[in-house]
């Protein structure tokens, strides 16, 4: 059983910051499905969209400095543990370097340190969006969490990534081929190095390039972290039938807009909306052979 002091230090922080105006928490409606056995997780935007989730670039750095408002607690003398300013899930987390980090660099092993010392007292879903294209909204380096009790759903695709890491070759599916999944190391001491060699592995096997060898990955792709496994996910683009698609996509959960096809989603399901965001077999295929 976890401690969850961050968590609860979240929760507090968060009931001041809405109070304050430091965060905006996004007004949605959750659509009821009828099935049993859907993979996915559909809300309504009522309020306004988020300049965050239109605009990109390095004019305005929200995290150089972070507003103190927003601080949840340093992790460590590297990475703090702030609020997300517009949340559809209140107390959703950003872990965020302390200094400039390109978001789109890549990842070192004090990075994965910072989110298994979060992780040992706070856990859920964790993600990360390498670029725009992956779907990200700010070009300094962060990690997003969202909380999840110990016998609460990580995300609505969590057994089929789960059936994807023992099962690969046998799954059916129309983005498989852009993903690459590991199991994480259970021993407490050896978390953080094995969550940085499977993320080095599979830079390598899908095509991203070698650390060390080359400045920056040569593709946009998306991380999920639960406590059973970590998966990386190439990218080409970040927008599909009028949703905007980061790594919460692939976990099950889909923000629609006025501009989102939703009843494509609804009759089709995911994986075709997620398609088309995907990084190309054929090409994949290619790039592995440069």
Same mark, same amino acid.
């Not at 057994?159 to 993903?179: A, G, Y």
């Not at 590991?182 to 094995?194: E, H, L, P, T």
């Not at 939703?262 to 052979?289: H, M, S, T």
């Given at each position: 059983?976890?401690?969850?002091?961050?968590?609860?230090?979240?929760?507090?922080?968060?009931?001041?910051?809405?109070?304050?105006?430091?965060?905006?928490?996004?007004?949605?409606?959750?659509?009821?499905?009828?099935?049993?056995?859907?993979?996915?997780?559909?809300?309504?935007?009522?309020?306004?969209?988020?300049?965050?989730?239109?605009?990109?670039?390095?004019?305005?750095?929200?995290?150089?400095?972070?507003?103190s408002r927003l601080e949840i607690q340093p992790i460590n003398d590297k990475h703090t543990l702030i609020l997300n300013k517009y949340p559809v899930q209140i107390g959703h987390m950003l872990l965020i370097t302390n200094i400039w980090k390109a978001?789109?660099?890549?990842?070192?092993?004090?990075?994965?340190?910072?989110?298994?010392?979060?992780?040992?007292?706070?856990?859920?879903?964790?993600?990360?969006?390498?670029?725009?294209?992956?779907?990200?909204?700010?070009?300094?380096?962060?990690f997003q969490l969202l909380r999840r009790h110990t016998n609460e759903s990580i995300c609505p695709r969590y057994k089929w990534f789960c059936s994807l890491l023992n099962n690969k070759n046998n799954i059916n599916s129309l983005i498989s081929h852009?993903?690459?999944?590991?199991?994480?190391?259970?021993?407490?001491?050896?978390?953080?190095?094995?969550?940085?060699?499977?993320?080095?592995?599979?830079?390598?096997?899908?095509?991203?390039?070698?650390?060390?060898?080359?400045? /920056?990955?040569?593709?946009? @792709?998306?991380?999920?972290?639960?406590? *059973?496994? #970590?998966?990386?996910?190439?990218? %080409? +683009?970040?927008?599909?039938?009028?949703?905007?698609?980061?790594?919460?996509?692939?976990?099950?959960?889909?923000?629609?807009?006025? /501009?989102?096809?939703?009843? @494509?989603?609804?009759?089709?399901?995911? *994986?075709? #909306?997620?398609?088309?965001?995907? %990084? +190309?077999?054929?090409?994949?295929?290619?790039?592995?052979?440069?």
């Amino acid at each position: 059983m976890k401690k969850e002091l961050i968590w609860s230090k979240a929760l507090e922080t968060s009931r001041k910051a809405v109070n304050s105006g430091a965060v905006i928490p996004l007004d949605t409606i959750k659509y009821k499905n009828n099935h049993d056995n859907c993979d996915y997780e559909l809300r309504f935007l009522n309020s306004p969209i988020p300049k965050y989730l239109i605009e990109y670039g390095p004019k305005n750095n929200p995290f150089i400095p972070w507003d103190s408002r927003l601080e949840i607690q340093p992790i460590n003398d590297k990475h703090t543990l702030i609020l997300n300013k517009y949340p559809v899930q209140i107390g959703h987390m950003l872990l965020i370097t302390n200094i400039w980090k390109a978001q789109n660099g890549w990842l070192n092993i004090d990075d994965f340190r910072a989110i298994v010392d979060v992780d040992n007292d706070t856990t859920g879903l964790w993600f990360f969006n390498s670029s725009k294209e992956a779907g990200a909204s700010q070009p300094h380096r962060h990690f997003q969490l969202l909380r999840r009790h110990t016998n609460e759903s990580i995300c609505p695709r969590y057994k089929w990534f789960c059936s994807l890491l023992n099962n690969k070759n046998n799954i059916n599916s129309l983005i498989s081929h852009c993903i690459s999944i590991k199991a994480r190391v259970k021993d407490i001491n050896s978390q953080a190095n094995g969550l940085y060699k499977s993320y080095k592995s599979m830079a390598v096997s899908m095509g991203l390039g070698e650390i060390g060898k080359i400045n /920056k990955p040569r593709k946009a @792709y998306n991380l999920l972290i639960t406590s *059973e496994w #970590i998966a990386l996910i190439t990218r %080409e +683009k970040d927008i599909s039938n009028g949703f905007s698609i980061n790594a919460l996509g692939f976990a099950g959960y889909f923000l629609g807009t006025k /501009k989102s096809n939703i009843n @494509y989603l609804i009759k089709f399901g995911p *994986e075709e #909306i997620l398609k088309d965001v995907v %990084e +190309k077999l054929d090409k994949r295929e290619a790039n592995l052979q440069y």
